[in-house]
């Protein structure tokens, strides 16, 4: 007679806090994430910071599907919250991750999770130091949601702000748009590309680290994700008082998503990255970082693609590659839901 | 002819990162969470810290139903990560809270939690200061799930750890057990009581803060929540690599809990509680912890209810009210499913 074998799928038991959560802890999320904090037990993480000020960003992840070309909801959940941190010129310090899984989620699945979550954390540098899981009923959830907290310090004399966009002031990206929502796009509706999209899933705070040491008077910083480029840039010109003025064909769009967007009807600039940042900085610094973004591996197709405008209704207006002008509005309805 | 009304329910494009959402945020989160952080407008929280160790925590909240009696779903993501944190000796600083919405969610019921929330964060003098909101399509949710993180500062000379329980040491509690289960259990069952049991959901910091002044050797603190006293004592017994002994007579259990647990089946010892704590100190200052906690509106009911003993097998005992021993062991399967 042999015991029975441990389930293969998430009970609700793997949530009641008892002895099976405490199996389920130890032996996936301690196992792969596996660090001094975790070691101890305690339902927190203790640290020393150093100096100065802190960030604190979270995000929750409901992407779906959970695996798509370029990464999987584990990676993503970790390089995005970085980036949240990364985004106030913060160097990311530490993340909390909290799972809600739904009962009947392979626990297969939720290894090669945890371990892509993992592999992200360690090349980043930024440990998973506490968590918590809970389970909800078939049908009550979708597989498996992450929210994830992260804690990191701004560098002394650095001051981002979505509200510092200043007349005159030059708007940089550090890469091609849509890359993230396409390839998700392509994942869900399993369309067929001669070379598909991959996800720009990607940390971006070392990029960050460069772009401050290089021009630390830098204005703004957000990563364009949900809603897209053009909801950021909306968003910036409303935090700060501002107008924008873009010239489209100095936007990077790879031929794969310009593609994908003329079959389907969907506009590039609305499609959500998942790697990719806007820097704003005063005119006179953007040549420098340009060529700071350029020579980092995660910024070699960066652009300069517009100036900061005194537009008393805060529009982004662009000029069209064949010549016109066009308003980018806000992000109505909703192009792509759960894209993150 | 007149502009359609406002959306009464959640919709896909509250989640999409547009201008739907960003009115959400503005006219729900921000309106009622309202301090100088949100006002910001960033994806991110920037403070200073006092010097000194912090703490992070971070807490899923699923708990069915999102009403119950003695409190709901915000007031408890509020306290619960407020507890977690306050749980190292910390005094809680700052939260964040993401938030899962199913489709279909009714927009009163999120401001009705989002009012508890806010209400719960001020009367713990805790801002919620960054956050974010997902929605998931109809059927892949259960209305409203709430991810919150705290950071708290650790006090100089205050070393509180789950592996800390030494050999002699008492065990205490700050009242009742297993409220907070049965007020969920009655509001899910509709059972009804001649005098209902409510939930002890309660933020703990300033009773803790209390007991540290006190005694500043206090060794551990747990909040007993899911998987109740029992599977605490467990874990903390396991960490800490002792035993336990328990009197039975002396944990403090309400009349109404006592009844629904007889009638229906369930061990008060391990329902979950949001409002207690589980500590352990040296027995020479149990006395002066003891009068500490009963002397705080969140302790009246407190007891010492064990010794901490040395046992190889990390086993916890207790002598029943008929004079015999019993194993109290880790919880196994689950007695309530998303109980918080």
């Known amino acids: 007679m042999s015991l029975s074998p ?4 998430i009970e609700l038991t793997h949530g009641s806090g008892g002895r099976v959560t405490a199996e389920l802890i130890t032996n996936v999320f301690h196992r792969h994430f596996d660090n001094a904090w975790l070691r101890q037990g305690n339902d927190y993480a203790i640290f020393t910071p150093p100096p100065g000020r802190l960030v604190i960003s979270t995000d929750a992840h409901v992407i779906t599907p959970l695996w798509f070309p370029g990464g999987d909801i584990g990676c993503l959940a970790v390089n995005g919250t970085i980036n ?13 991750a909290a799972f809600i899984l739904e009962e009947g989620f392979l626990l297969t699945d939720l290894e090669r999770i945890v371990i892509s979550m993992a592999a992200a954390a ?7 130091v506490t968590g918590d899981t809970k389970v909800v ?10 929210t994830t907290t992260g804690i990191g310090v701004v560098p002394k004399g650095i001051n981002i702000s979505g509200d510092r966009a200043a007349l005159g002031d030059a708007i940089l990206i550090n ?28 940390a971006l705070h070392s990029l960050v680290a460069a772009m401050i040491t290089a021009v630390p008077e830098l204005h703004c910083l957000r990563d364009p994700t949900r809603g897209g480029l053009a909801t950021t840039l909306n968003e910036l010109a409303h935090q700060s008082g501002v107008g924008m003025q873009l010239t489209e064909a100095a936007i990077p769009i790879h031929a794969a998503v310009r593609g994908a967007c003329e079959l389907l009807g969907f506009d590039p600039l609305y499609l959500a990255n998942e790697g990719k ?26 652009a300069i693609i517009g100036t900061v405008t005194g537009d008393a209704q805060h529009l982004v207006q662009m000029k069209t590659v064949f010549g016109g002008s066009r308003l980018v509005a806000w992000l109505t309805g909703d192009q792509l839901p759960r894209i993150c």
């Open 84 to 96: 949240d941190v990364a985004m106030a010129g913060a160097q990311p310090l530490y993340l909390s």
């Open 137 to 146: 009923e078939r049908g009550h959830g979708d597989g498996c949601f992450i």
């Open 6 to 9: 441990a389930p293969a799928c």
């Open 122 to 128: 360690r090349a980043a540098g930024v440990p998973i």
């Open 175 to 202: 890469g091609s748009m849509g890359d993230h929502g396409v390839a998700v796009l392509a994942a869900r509706e399993q369309l067929h590309f001669i070379t598909p999209p991959q996800s720009d899933s990607a």
């Open 277 to 302: 940042l806007v820097a704003i900085c005063p005119a006179a610094a953007a040549e420098t970082l340009l060529a700071t973004m350029r020579a980092h591996s995660l910024g070699r197709e960066a």
